[in-house]
């Protein structure tokens, strides 16, 4: 009886104990509530992201949408909070699935809502997802160019290396790719030859590209030159003393006024590669390093005598 009586006492104190404030909070809450609940209705659509899981052998063949959409309606204040709540994706488990087709349906509790709010509408109400083995193929790559250079410059060469690349997907994805078409490459700004990445848009063939991009060489020759710099300094590689014999080499360049305006001469220059020769005389060939979007057109002399001792 004692415990009891105290627990008695304890329960009425708790109560009595800031009795007024008590009874205030809860009557706010009570108004609260059904000022909220008595306004006046809203409709939103609340987008939450949608995850196929499939076995590891398989893939889906068809178009799945990203995202399923729950239009509801109810008051201004609970839409709010779940428009601005992350969801964490509705996740169709498909890993134990045989290649074929399979229906998924969505329904009002793929997604959480308080009392007052209504579900209106589920857009999709249910999805089919087509399931393929995965294939793996090798198909040759095309390069796709639209424009041309600009004035006083000519396309000479272009090359992918390597010329075939490997894909992998749904078998009738794979089996319907004959060959990969990159994503047009403009030549309307280059100016010298340039080596990138192929730009791929995969999405119309339904692939993915299994290992490295391949890359493109776009070779672009200039037709004639605007400028010259005569006397460049030449860099020898190599471990022995060096004597350029021929002191006056002139690169003959094309580029447009403003990258003329601010060429620095000390960014055009020749490079010879003797690494590993033995002492001597030689007669090399000058390879020219320019600054971005300068051409070379010519070199004079094209090879100097060099001499290591």
Known sequence: MTSRNHFLEAFVESVTTNFGTKC???????????????SRNVEVTKDIPLEVITPTELVASNDIPDHVS????????????????????????????????VTYRFFSDNIRVPIGVKILGINPTAIVIKLEPIKHKEVPVKVEVQGAPPEGYRLTHIQVVPETVKIKGAESKVDATAELRTSPIDLSEVRQTTEKEAPFELGHYGVLIDGKLPKVKITIEALAANYRIKNIDIHVASSYKVRVDDKDVTVLIRADAAELKSLDRSQVFGN??????????????????????????KVLPEKVTITLY
């Open 24 to 38: 205030i909070s809860v009557i706010i809450a009570i108004v609260l509530w059904v000022v909220v609940l008595g």
């Open 70 to 101: 729950f239009r509801l309606s109810g008051p201004k204040a609970f839409l709010r909070a779940i428009l601005d709540r992350r969801e964490d994706p509705i996740r169709v488990n498909l890993s134990g699935s045989k290649p074929g087709l």
């Open 272 to 297: 010879v590669d003797l690494t590993g020769k033995p002492k001597g005389t030689y007669n090399m060939p000058v390879k020219v390093t320019l600054p971005p979007n300068v051409s070379l057109v």
